[in-house]
Nanobody, 130 residues
């Protein structure tokens, strides 16, 4: 079974930075898309950033572009989300998710959508407050 273990959540002051980590396991396909999604209280879950392990393409939601950076360390089997200039509106539970490679390379362009993700982590809480 596929598992995604997230870490790095916590409390940070406005303007601060935080790094989230995701360690996947059990994915059988050679290539897949993986990324980060968030859900604030009373809101719908939305895509934040994702990448394709085949092409290396990275995708960002407009509301985090130029503030957040997604990356992958293949040797450590870890996907990171570097977040800077955090604001109270960024407060949410952040989830790591993957499509498990079920949609091929073309599917990577859709990785910001929550509907195509097949496995989800438990989520980590990020709170931005002074």
């Amino acid at each position: 079974q596929v598992q995604l273990v997230e870490s790095g959540g916590g409390l940070v002051e406005p303007g601060g930075s935080l790094r989230l980590s995701c360690v996947p396991s059990g994915i059988t396909k050679n290539y897949y898309s993986i990324g980060w999604y968030r859900q604030a209280p009373g809101q719908e879950r939305e895509g934040v950033s994702c990448l394709s392990t085949e092409s290396g393409s990275r995708y960002y939601a407009d509301f985090v572009k130029d503030r957040f950076t997604i990356s992958r360390d293949k040797a450590r089997n870890t996907v990171y989300l570097e977040m800077k200039s955090l604001q109270p509106d960024d407060t949410a539970v952040y989830y790591c998710a993957t499509d498990e490679g079920e949609f091929g390379e073309l599917g990577s362009g859709l990785c910001l959508g929550t509907a195509f993700q097949r496995s989800w982590g438990e989520g980590v809480l990020v709170t931005v407050s002074s």
